[in-house]
């Protein structure tokens, strides 16, 4: 039976008691487990978000990826692979997050291969030269780790101890992109200059990866209330700023926002207003990279679909007859 | 088999490559080489080129398991052939290293057999060729167990463990789609059939290691344990083994296939594009 069964079912007496119990458990900062009720819209929305999470993750492996045939050493190859290998296993380990709400890997899949679901819109944006991975580690992966941080602390238990593998993975990627683009802009003139030119476009992007304004970001307040999300979108942005603008000048690069300058007053670093419809032109579709990712993810799937069939056919060969005999509840 | 013309009394003009003449092909190594950077160059190059190989599959990869599998065997080839190359470096004595060995040789230098330079097919190719050269590195290094130089035992202590798991993968995968669906038998059959001419290769006679008695391993003495596993495995997955109409040769001395020249470019291109830089 599906939770959405159970919903239909249920006494209206016993559900205002269940509710309020989750409340009172969201109030306590305690952690939502599984088989604990569940409003329908909070597990629609955990769906929603961990489901985009993990596609981001998934397609997020191709930017990379495109420059694994192409490091320009034996080392930046090897922690390149591992790097695109990590992201691979955070995906799996957030599609296995949702799965404890009673969605399948393979419908999730299926939603993002049809396009009804959304992943990060800044994968749609090339890799074009090397230092993209450094400009991607440090500032994709410096965003994306002050979204998730906060996420360890998730009121759903399996999600938010997923989270915490993750970001220490993710924290290890930011400094390998740091060191990338430290690399660079010590290097030679023209790779100072691929290192500026990367952060040059990757800059704006990253900014809007923590979405619209909290005006403008519909879901943000009821996220807040059931404990999924901690601070909005322009406190993290904020965080985000505060920290890259000094270790730019580590690196002795700009960012490219003539109006960014301290703020003595507030202790913080103002920074230029973003160009929201490139975001919302983006998301729609209309991306240098949106078709050509969408591409691969669905090719992959698509050419490897015999792969997996015949060893769906192997397993049910080759399956003991007991094991088969056996409910699949008692086997789990 | 015709025992090949060492390379070390070459210089132009006819020159036969494991059995065959090929007068306007001289063979690398030169003269100059020890058999020992001859050796670990065979060795590191062929798990540089099939770890150059299986990144390209990250992101095409049949499920996000898959990615990882192969990603991860990229990872563990990669370090082999960065411990071998540094190394072949190092005995070498003249400044070149890992980098050097790997971005700024040419073709006719590189030392790997064929059967890692095979493109990647569709994955039943590339299980094949995971299979057969797994199966070899498997007896290759449990037998660089036993060798006198103490870095290429360290290493085989260290690679023994993980070709292991390379073999088990592509042998778990051999079975499923040789004893999986019709379309995959037939698939997997044919893999077979692509690669199996690149098998007797891996065991012809290398002059670098008949040099180096008790440091190197003598690649025929690897074949009855390759054939007998690699030979069970096909039949356990329902599978024939080919019987080929040719067979590949000369990849030791430098002579590959086409394909080497398409691989290496894209390798290379970012190093060389910026003559002494730091990455």
């Known amino acids: 039976m599906t939770h959405e069964d159970a919903a239909a079912t249920l006494d209206p007496a016993l559900e205002a008691e269940l509710q309020a119990r989750f409340d009172r458990m969201i109030a306590a900062e305690e952690r939502i487990e599984p088989r604990d009720w569940m409003p329908e819209g909070y597990r629609r929305t955990l769906v929603r978000q961990i489901a985009q999470h993990a596609h981001s993750e998934i397609i997020g492996m191709q930017p990379e990826g495109n420059w694994i045939t192409r490091a320009p050493s034996l080392r930046r190859k090897a922690i390149l692979l591992a790097k695109v290998q990590d992201e691979a296993g955070h995906g799996l380990y957030l ?12 419908d999730l899949l299926d939603l993002l291969h049809t396009g009804r679901q959304k992943y990060s819109s800044i994968f749609n944006y090339p890799t074009l030269t090397w230092a993209d991975m450094g400009a991607i580690g440090w ?3 410096g965003a994306a780790i002050m979204n998730q941080v906060p996420l360890c602390r998730c009121s759903y238990g399996p999600y938010g101890r997923a989270m915490v593998r993750i970001c220490k993975e993710e924290s290890f990627h930011q400094r390998q992109g740091f060191e990338i683009l430290h690399t660079l802009s010590h290097g030679t ?3 100072k200059a691929m290192a500026q030119d990367a952060v040059d476009r990757f800059w704006w992007p990253s900014l809007m990866m923590f979405g619209p304004p909290d005006a403008d970001s519909p879901h943000s307040a009821q996220s807040m209330a059931w404990g999924i999300k901690r601070f909005g979108n322009d406190e993290l942005r904020q965080r985000f700023v505060d920290m890259i603008a000094p270790q730019a000048q580590v690196l002795g690069l700009t960012l490219p926002d003539p109006d960014l300058r301290w703020d003595e007053e507030s202790g913080h670093w103002r920074f230029g207003a973003i160009d929201w419809s490139e975001l919302d032109r983006v998301i729609r579709g209309d991306g240098p990279c949106n078709a050509q990712r969408m591409e691969r993810r669905r090719t992959a799937h698509e050419e490897g679909a015999w792969v997996r069939e015949s060893a769906m056919a192997y397993a049910a060969k080759h399956a003991a007859p007991s094991a088969e005999a056996q409910p699949a509840e008692v086997a789990a | 088999m015709t025992a090949p013309t060492s390379p070390t009394t070459t210089t132009a003009g006819s020159l036969d490559v494991a059995g065959v003449s090929r007068s306007a092909a001289p063979a690398r190594p030169t003269a100059a080489e020890a058999p020992l950077v001859s050796y670990l160059l065979g060795l590191g ?13 990250v992101t095409r990869a049949p499920q996000i398991e898959e990615d990882i599998a192969l990603g991860n065997i990229a990872l563990d080839l990669l370090g082999q052939a960065r411990t071998l190359l540094t190394y072949a470096g190092e005995v070498e004595g003249t400044g070149r290293d890992e980098d050097a060995l790997a971005f700024l040789r040419d073709e006719r230098d590189f030392r790997n057999v064929w059967l890692v330079e095979i493109p990647n097919g569709d994955f039943a190719v590339t299980m094949a060729r995971q299979l057969l050269f797994s199966a070899y590195q498997c007896e290759l290094y449990a037998g660089l167990l036993a060798s006198a130089d103490a870095t ?8 023994v463990k993980e070709v292991r798991y390379h073999r088990d993968h592509a042998t778990q995968w051999v079975l499923r789609l040789g004893d999986g669906t019709p379309e995959a038998h037939v698939r997997m059959q044919a893999a077979l059939e692509r690669t199996w001419p690149y098998v007797d290769e891996l065991f012809d006679h290398d002059d670098a290691a008949a040099a180096l008695p008790g440091v190197a391993v003598d690649p025929a003495s690897l074949r009855p344990a390759w054939s007998a596993y690699v030979e069970d495995v096909v039949g356990r997955a329902t599978l024939a083994v080919p019987q080929p109409t040719w067979r590949s040769r000369g990849g030791r001395v430098g002579l590959h296939s086409e394909h080497l020249g398409h691989l290496l470019p894209e390798m290379q291109h970012l190093h060389r594009a910026h003559p002494g830089a730091t990455w």
């Open chain 1, 139 to 141: 500032l994709v992966d």
């Open chain 2, 152 to 159: 290429l035992a360290g290493l085989a202590a260290k690679a």
């Open chain 1, 95 to 106: 599609y296995a997050a949702a799965e404890t709400l009673g969605v399948d890997r393979e």
């Open chain 2, 45 to 57: 190059d062929d798990a540089l080129v099939l770890a150059q190989r299986l990144g390209a599959w």
């Open chain 1, 189 to 191: 003139p023209e790779q």
